[in-house]
């Protein structure tokens, strides 16, 4: 087993996630990483792939997050559309941080 070592954690990687504009979430380990929580939780916008699992009460697509195709095919165009409309981006990041 190896360790990890990032050089953002705590307070630093959470300054660090919430300047970004779009925040790109990948399945990990499990299908709702910590980051699937995060970000929403710190009123940024997310394009993620859909969770395979039951979440109750979930994110809305083009709501409160966007899910791409689990197969990244359509996230450079996501990522494009969403850096072009910064309102709407914003928006969703409001609604998700309100969810």
């Given at each position: 087993m190896y360790k990890k070592?990032?050089?953002r954690k705590g307070l630093?990687?959470?300054?660090?996630l919430k300047s970004c504009k779009i925040v790109l979430n990948f399945?990990?380990?499990?299908w709702d990483t910590l980051r699937y929580w995060e970000t929403p939780a710190i009123g940024r916008f997310m394009i993620t792939q859909r969770p395979r699992i039951v979440i109750p009460d979930n994110f809305r697509d083009g709501k409160?997050?966007?899910f791409c195709k689990d197969d990244?095919?359509?996230m450079i165009d996501l990522c494009q559309h969403y850096l072009e409309n910064d309102e709407e981006?914003?928006?969703i990041a409001r609604d998700?941080?309100?969810q």
């Amino acid at each position: 087993m190896y360790k990890k070592e990032y050089t953002r954690k705590g307070l630093r990687y959470l300054e660090e996630l919430k300047s970004c504009k779009i925040v790109l979430n990948f399945r990990g380990v499990g299908w709702d990483t910590l980051r699937y929580w995060e970000t929403p939780a710190i009123g940024r916008f997310m394009i993620t792939q859909r969770p395979r699992i039951v979440i109750p009460d979930n994110f809305r697509d083009g709501k409160e997050i966007v899910f791409c195709k689990d197969d990244l095919s359509d996230m450079i165009d996501l990522c494009q559309h969403y850096l072009e409309n910064d309102e709407e981006r914003e928006t969703i990041a409001r609604d998700a941080l309100k969810q």
